[in-house]
């Protein structure tokens, strides 16, 4: 599948490559016999030793870069009948109570979980409607179901699956599919970069709005420590499969917590908010006092 006609291998964009979803990924698709522009912003990871692994430098926030990566890209031979996939992986989590999310915070996880993916499809589809390719995001089980104290994450997310959705409708005249991959928690560095960008921020919140959530954060924590990751190679698989299947469907969710969350988004407001708010510890909560 990953060969054309002529024998030759297919190329595929994947942003966020040196990531824990993206390198086992990225392995995945060479052995698969693509051709794998590897996007990366500063760690390159191990990708350098991987055969049929191209690293593109790329910032996703940044429209500029993201244009000369796809220049760079199309002037490389294995992409000269275009691209068969472009894979947006590459993505952050900010969280912590909403009214405590500095601006500058809030704004990354757009930037790059839902402006990113946007300017690199358009710097890309060029190069998709070229090699009659398709467009993969990976979203995440949130967007679907929002969760308290991951309010930047869930709602990038969601908004990245309604730009997917409407996109679909637009590149349907070019037979160009938009694939959204739903992950559960996944065993990755993403959760440890978010605690550290949350404690960052708590460091310069004023103390006396912090206090308000001290029962909230407590709660969240306590969740996080028993949260059970997944393995990687459960959304590696579903993301594959996107890229291979003749036919994709519309969506892929990849875990059995993503399959619970969409089942409980379907639920009676009511219903779903107090499952919701027992999962997280926070109906014992009380309002913390301002300090
Ligand atoms: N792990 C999970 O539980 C989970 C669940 C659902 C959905 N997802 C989604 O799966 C995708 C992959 O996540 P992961 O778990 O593999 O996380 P990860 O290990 O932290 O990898 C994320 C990658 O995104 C890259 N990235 C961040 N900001 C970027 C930017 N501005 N430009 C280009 N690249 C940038 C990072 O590069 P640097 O190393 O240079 O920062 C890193 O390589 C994300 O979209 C995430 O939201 C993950």
Redesign the pocket.
Known sequence: MGENGRGARRGIFL?????????ALARELTRRGFTVFA?????R?ALDDLPHVVPVP?????PG?VEDAAAQVGRHPAAAHGLHAVI??????VQGPLELVPPAELR?QF???TL?PAYVTQAFLPLLRAGGGRVIN?????ARMPLPLLAP?SAS?AALAALSDAQRLELAAWGIPVIV???????????A?AEAAAKTAAGVADPGRRALYAGHLAAFAEVMAKQK??P?ER?VKAIATAAEARSPKRRYV??SD?RALRTLARLPAGVRERLIAGSFGLRKVTPGAAV
């Open positions: 942003t966020g490559a040196a990531g824990g979803i993206g390198e996007g990366v912003r500063r760690n990871g790329v910032d996703v926030t940044d870069s947006n992986n590459a993505g952050v989590i990354r930037e790059v979980n990113g990976v979203s995440a089980a949130t994450i997310k991959v739903e992950p559960g928690a996944t065993e990755t560095p993403i959760f970069a990751n997944g990687v959304v990849a875990g993503a």
